[in-house]
């Protein structure tokens, strides 16, 4: 059992940057893939990033390819999101989720465990 709690949201305008954090609680952290997703009102959870169990492969959306860049502390058991040049279009609320793999995937069926969510919002 592992427990995603996520953090670092919150309200920006259009060009600054959030870094989210998500600290997991439980065993064998450095086993999982770690992703992130997001969830517009009204519209599908979609995949934002995803990162593998070392942190040598890491897998981007297209429309945040360049802006954000997802990393992991294995010793701190947490994965990270950085976004940077952030849209209006980039409000959403974010999840954090783990998957028992050595591989990263974009569909959010796959995924073990999730976190509880973290607000982020955009003002143009």
């Known amino acids: 059992q592992v427990q995603l709690v996520e953090s670092g949201g919150g309200l920006v305008q259009a060009g600054d940057s959030l870094r989210l954090s998500c600290t997991a609680f439980?065993?064998?952290?450095?086993?999982?893939?770690m992703s992130w997703f997001r969830q517009a009102p009204g519209e599908e959870r979609k995949f934002v990033a995803g990162?593998?169990?070392?942190?040598?492969?890491?897998l981007y959306a297209d429309d945040v390819k360049g802006r954000f860049a997802i990393s992991r502390d294995n010793a701190k058991n947490t994965a990270f999101l950085q976004m940077n040049s952030l849209k209006p279009e980039d409000t959403a609320v974010y999840y954090c989720?783990?998957?028992?793999?050595?591989?990263?995937?974009?569909?959010?069926?796959?995924?073990?465990?999730w976190g509880q969510g973290t607000q982020v919002t955009v003002s143009s």
């Open positions: 989720a783990a998957l028992l793999s050595t591989v990263v995937v974009r569909s959010a069926g796959d995924y073990d465990y």
């Open positions: 439980g065993r064998r952290f450095s086993s999982y893939t």
């Open positions: 990162i593998n169990w070392n942190g040598d492969t890491t």
